[in-house]
């Protein structure tokens, strides 16, 4: 049965033009070319990428974050109410006013206490700063250390500067080390965060996130599969280009720079508006999507593979949104940069309320004992 499946998945017509198939895709004469086995280097890559990690939040992050004032959050613990546990796990985390009433009712507590309650619970679940910024550096890291090895595997290449010659020779085009390398590190690095994600901080748009990871890994897969490397080290230099400025913005956020995060999440929403909605779809997708079409009749692989790419451009505009509307209310208000995408930490209102009591009813109590003194000093003068 797999035998059948499997021949049915790889036939030459599916994923290549008339006239062509995989006995082109052969070494020969020196020259080598890409190949689906290729890929189960990127396993224990996968896994060199998680341990790497670990040993980089520990050595590298953790220092960093200590020296630029990042301390890890030390949060209220609850008291143990058995009665408001299971309404968090099994119900909700922000009840209604009638389930407080009811919560009241059954714990013995006032409303106050109550809300006070849910809301230390829903700040403990939350990940603290330096967990945030432990991830931020991680990905900064990689991001930039790969746009600059995509710009070296990329600079001296035709391609680069006329898309077109992206499709010169399709499909035996000869692979170089340095695609390999690129390709199997990206694909790698995308691995670990499909595996870390479960651990990793959870955002609004998680699951955007999970089609991102699964999308881009099966595009890079596939593009490797059918040697459509030229137009894949594009993508992922074009993709790589800006993300490790959000990541740094992210990290002096967590720092508290303000101004610093906010000038560059500036040029980091320029760029990306620049590459993703503009370079991606009008550059690169017209070259994958309409040129192809001038040299060979479209098949199933060609579909299949600008269909992933309009998914990722689907992606692309919704974080655009996000993006530039966080980019104008910053530029219109010259307020700090929020990444919407985050649970911001709640405050403790009720604390807050406690704590203002308690300070006037000690300067209520303070006046009362000066105006006490002010008696007794002027009844003796007066004796």
Not at 219 to 236: E, H, K, P, Q
Request: one cysteine or more.
């Amino acid at each position: 049965m797999l035998e059948g499946l499997s021949e049915v998945l790889w036939q030459e017509r599916l994923w290549f033009p008339e006239g062509l198939g995989w006995a082109d895709l052969e070494d020969h004469d020196g020259r080598v070319y890409a190949k689906a086995r290729d890929l189960w280097v990127v396993l224990p890559i996968a896994l060199m990428f998680l341990v790497i990690r670990q040993i980089f939040e520990r050595v590298v992050a953790t220092p960093l974050a200590s020296l630029l004032g990042v301390k890890e959050t030390v949060r209220r613990r609850v008291t143990h109410n058995q009665t408001l546990e299971s309404y968090y796990c099994n119900t909700s985390k922000n009840p209604t006013q009638s389930s407080v009433e009811k919560l009241c009712k059954q714990t013995g507590w006032i409303e106050r206490q109550v809300q006070r309650w849910f809301r230390r619970r829903r700040n403990q679940d939350r990940p603290n700063v330096l967990k945030k910024f432990r991830e931020a550096s991680w990905r900064f890291t990689f991001y930039l250390l790969a746009f600059i090895g995509g710009l070296g595997a990329l600079i001296d290449k035709p391609w680069l500067y006329d898309l077109k010659e992206m499709w010169k020779g399709f499909p035996t085009l000869t692979l170089l080390p340095s695609q390999y390398w690129y390709y199997m590190l990206e694909l790698g690095f995308y691995f670990s965060l499909l595996f870390s994600v479960a651990s990793d901080v959870k955002r609004k748009d998680f699951k955007e996130q999970i089609v991102h990871h699964v999308a881009t890994i099966t595009l890079i897969s596939f593009s490797w599969c059918v040697n459509y490397i030229r137009a894949g080290t594009l993508i992922m230099f074009v993709h790589d280009s800006a993300d490790y400025l959000l990541e740094s913005a992210k990290m002096f956020n967590y720092a508290r720079w303000k101004n610093t995060c906010n000038y560059i999440f500036i040029l980091f929403a320029a760029i990306f508006v620049i590459t993703r909605l503009i370079i991606f779809p009008f550059w690169i997708m017209y070259c994958t999507w309409v040129y192809p079409v001038t040299l060979y009749t479209p098949f199933f692989g060609y579909y299949f593979f600008n269909g992933l790419l309009l998914v990722l451009q689907c992606l692309h505009i919704f974080w655009a949104a996000l993006i530039i509307r966080m980019a104008l209310r910053f530029l219109t208000s010259n307020s700090s940069v929020e990444d919407e995408r985050s649970d911001k930490e709640e405050t403790d209102e009720s604390t807050e309320e406690d704590d203002e009591m308690k300070n006037g009813e000690i300067k209520k109590n303070g006046a009362i004992q000066n105006g006490h003194a002010a008696y007794n000093n002027n009844h003796s003068k007066t004796e």
